[in-house]
T-cell receptor, first 114, second 113 residues
Framework: GQQVMQIPQYQHVQEGEDFTTYCNSS?????IQWYKQRPGGHPVFLIQ?????EVKKQKRLTFQFGEAKKNSSLHITATQTTDVGTYFC??????????????FGQGTILTVHP | DTGVSQDPRHKITKRGQNVTFRCDPI?????LYWYRQTLGQGPEFLTY????????KSRLLSDRFSAERPKGSFSTLEIQRTEQGDSAMYLC???????????FGEGSRLTVL
């Protein structure tokens, strides 16, 4: 079945440094989503990417979807302590953009040292 | 707060007992999902409803697991004859038609002794 791999598993940064997490799927995806889970919390939706080569920005966060729609990345510029948490990518190979059966990566745990 | 709510938040049970979790989705969302998350892993898809119809079940969902959404509103997830391997966080999520964005609840943490 579909597998979604995410690296690195852990990332420790000093506040102000940049952070990137990478996601690779074993199959072509119809869309990819990113979620953030704070310690002790539940996953919270960040963004959905649908188009090949798509790039979206949310303030200090930049999301990319690969040309082959098999990989994605999340880059955070100038991390802040509020960025702490686990970042998950989640892919879908169902048709369209409206199906919520997602295969999640194992997540990247981000620690930010002040 | 009109987010997704789950009950109970924590459940400790002995192996072999049955447990039931309830999920109340966001009221205008007609899609409801159950996921399971173990420590250090991402959520794993279990099952999915559109209104009252259960449209897909994961192979992870053994015969001991059953989910219902009888009136297309709240949903229940029952685990019969629990095993220690069932210990996990059970997450419910909902979404409206036309959107793939999942709104997760706080989860129900199950510990099987």
């Amino acid at each position: 079945g579909q597998q979604v791999m995410q690296i690195p598993q852990y990332q420790h940064v000093q506040e102000g440094e940049d952070f990137t997490t990478y996601c690779n799927s074993s199959t072509t995806l119809s869309n990819i989503q990113w979620y953030k889970q704070r310690p002790g919390g539940h996953p919270v939706f960040l963004i959905q990417l649908v188009k090949s080569g798509e790039v979206k920005k949310q303030k200090r966060l930049t999301f990319q979807f690969g040309e082959a729609k098999k990989n994605s990345s999340l880059h955070i510029t100038a991390t802040q302590t509020t960025d702490v948490g686990t970042y998950f990518c989640a892919g879908s190979n169902a048709g369209g953009t409206s199906y919520g059966k997602l295969t999640f990566g194992q997540g990247t745990i981000l620690t930010v040292h002040p | 707060d009109t987010g997704v709510s789950q009950d109970p938040r924590h459940k400790i049970t002995k192996r072999g007992q049955n447990v039931t979790f309830r999920c109340d989705p966001i009221s205008e969302h007609n899609r409801l999902y159950w996921y399971r998350q173990t420590l250090g892993q991402g959520p794993e898809f279990l099952t999915y409803f559109q209104n009252e119809a259960q449209l897909e079940k994961s192979r992870l969902l053994s015969d001991r697991f059953s989910a219902e959404r009888p009136k297309g509103s709240f949903s229940t997830l029952e685990i019969q004859r629990t095993e220690q391997g069932d210990s996990a966080m059970y997450l419910c999520a909902s979404s409206p038609i036309g959107s793939g964005e999942l709104f997760f609840g706080e989860g129900s943490r199950l510990t099987v002794l």
